[in-house]
């Protein structure tokens, strides 16, 4: 029998910003319709996802209370955050359940 070891090698291959990735995780939040629908509003106008706008959100409340933001603790997560094509998630409708974003 035959093996790989792609993920190890994809690991190798991949550049530090890649690597960061995966100390990302994901957090899924319950909010109220018209709360995601202002949310939705705000990022349209400004022109970035859901998920930069509720980051910078998060980045000022914590300096607010004094502590580090979210791009000081991990300088690389504004590029990350940067759309880069793949998956929209500035879909229209703000009903869908596979849009976490």
């Known amino acids: ?9 994809q690991m190798q291959e991949s550049t530090s910003c ?3 990735v995966w100390n990302v995780r994901e957090v899924r939040l319950r909010l ?3 709360g995601i629908s202002a949310l939705k509003q705000k990022a349209d106008a400004d022109d970035i996802s859901v998920n930069a706008l509720i980051a910078r959100y998060i980045d000022q409340g914590l300096k607010a209370d ?3 933001g979210l791009f000081e603790l991990a300088s690389w997560f504004r590029d990350y955050l940067r759309p880069k094509g793949g998956r929209d998630s500035r879909a229209k409708s703000t ?7």
């Open 1 to 9: 029998m035959m093996t790989t070891d792609l993920p190890e090698q």
């Open 18 to 20: 890649d690597r960061e």
């Open 32 to 34: 109220p319709r018209a």
């Open 66 to 68: 004094a502590r580090a």
């Open 95 to 101: 009903i869908d359940e596979l849009d976490f974003t």
